[in-house]
């Protein structure tokens, strides 16, 4: 019987490092660089996400002022973001993993930038809401557990 994405978010743990992250905008031509950069920042966390209109570069925010010079054009998110990571492998066939999480913050009024690794799933949560958002997925997980 397949597992269902109700039954593997109810056992996943929720990961968050206490750290901040900035989000940054580049122009499409500032693959290369942006990743040297990730090249260079060597972070357990980090992305780079290219598609025809743009980079956009997630980092840590205390990094960031060391990369700034060297990426002209960029534009930063006003806001610091917090991770959150699904700390566990997710089978890419699995259905609606997403969905869930993602309706259950959206309930809570809680913008998130969804990423997705391989095998695990990562949000990007307003600093200021991350306790909101840690809450509301364990108030998730533990009705699934009991249901």
Do not use: N
């Amino acid at each position: 019987m397949p597992v269902t994405a109700q039954q593997l978010f109810a056992q996943c743990q929720l990961y968050s490092d206490p750290r901040d992250y900035a989000i940054i905008s580049l122009p499409a031509r500032a693959i290369m660089a942006a990743a040297g950069v990730i090249a260079e920042y060597g972070e357990a966390f980090s992305t780079v996400i290219a598609d025809k209109d743009e980079v956009t570069l997630v980092l840590l925010a205390e990094a960031w002022p060391d990369f700034a010079e060297r990426l002209p054009g960029h534009r930063v998110a006003s806001d610091v973001y917090r991770l959150i990571t699904f700390d566990l492998e997710l089978d890419m066939s699995l259905v609606g993993f997403m969905a869930l999480v993602s309706t259950a913050l959206a309930e809570a009024g809680i913008s998130i930038l969804p990423l997705a690794a391989f095998t695990r799933d990562h949000l990007l949560v307003k600093s200021d809401q991350i306790q909101s958002a840690l809450a509301t997925l364990q108030r998730l997980q533990t009705s699934l557990q009991t249901s």
